[in-house]
């Protein structure tokens, strides 16, 4: 739009607002939390198979819309992210529960 006649008088405004919009858009690859939050919050959430890839915390949210959507680096990283910390998570809940090693 900043480049169309029509809009010169305020391209400059246009430019600004769109140099903003890709800095906070931008934001998300310093944090995998916008990754790992789209699954939501489940009780479920603490039982998640780890090699599911198809779940993300909740299971009513599939992993597909990212798939689909995101560029295949970006999609990787996330899903490589969210095992990681639920990886972390379940080794951090088996820590403080010794308890469920007994048989």
């Known amino acids: ?29 310093d944090t995998n939390v916008y990754f ?30 990212t798939r689909a959507k995101w560029d295949e680096e970006y999609f990787n990283a996330g899903v490589e992210e969210l095992e990681n910390v639920v990886m972390y998570s379940h080794c951090t809940y088996l820590a403080h529960n010794p308890d469920l090693f007994l048989v």
């Open 36 to 65: 790992i939050c789209l699954g939501g919050r489940s009780s479920y959430s603490r039982t998640i198979l780890l090699t599911d890839k198809s779940l993300a915390l909740d299971p009513k949210w599939k992993l597909a819309y």
């Open 1 to 29: 739009m900043s480049e169309h006649p029509k809009f010169a008088e305020i391209s400059v405004a246009i430019n600004a607002g769109m140099k903003n919009l890709d800095k906070w858009y931008n934001k998300i690859d």
